[in-house]
């Protein structure tokens, strides 16, 4: 018989056996050790947790109670700080190559909506040669407009750092959400 716990991580509450919460616990003092600026650990630390809720959220499934195993998925799957003193030699090497893209409006480079910017990482291309051929689809037509109005409405805002991540093609680790989080 094993002792749990409720825990609240990123908003969502989950039933957590003992060993578990200790992972997950030691994974999170150990990454908030290593952030340099006191400022932006709470941002930080935030999106991480909400990165956490989500995947012990997809891990449970049916079951009520988080157990190690899945602490050390989730941990596995986030990958370590590369300073904290915890870390394993190189747990990231599970991650595939080519992580799918999502079509997301990039509001941190945006000039109007940021769909061109959006549109640019998506396909992997210059933003520049985007707002161009939207500015010439514009000017032949009205078709330019409508496009981007359009894309515009259905296209999502970036807004978390693991949307940032997943815009790029690039895994959402704990590296790359805190790159994008400090980027805010």
Do not use: H
């Amino acid at each position: 018989m094993k002792k749990t716990v409720n825990v609240a991580i990123g908003g969502c509450s989950f039933v957590i056996d003992e060993d578990a919460y200790r992972t997950i616990d030691t994974y999170l003092e150990d990454y908030r050790a290593s952030i340099a600026s006191p400022e932006q650990s709470g941002k930080v630390m935030d999106e991480l947790e909400s990165r956490i809720a989500d995947l012990l959220k997809a891990e449970l499934g049916s079951r009520q109670v988080v157990d190690q195993r899945m602490a050390e998925k989730v941990v596995g799957l986030l990958g370590y700080a590369r300073s904290t003193r915890n870390a394993p030699e190189d747990r990231s090497r599970g991650w595939r190559e080519g992580n799918p893209r999502r079509l997301f409006r990039d509001v941190d480079s945006r000039v109007l909506g940021g769909v061109c910017s959006g549109l640019a990482l998506y396909f992997n291309i210059d933003v520049v040669l985007v707002r161009i051929a939207f500015i010439v689809f514009a000017i032949m037509g009205t078709a330019g407009l409508w496009v981007y109005l359009a894309l515009w409405l259905v296209a999502p805002e970036a807004r978390t750092a693991a949307e940032k991540c997943e815009m790029r093609g690039i895994p959402a680790t704990a590296e790359n959400m805190r790159r994008f989080s400090e980027n805010r």
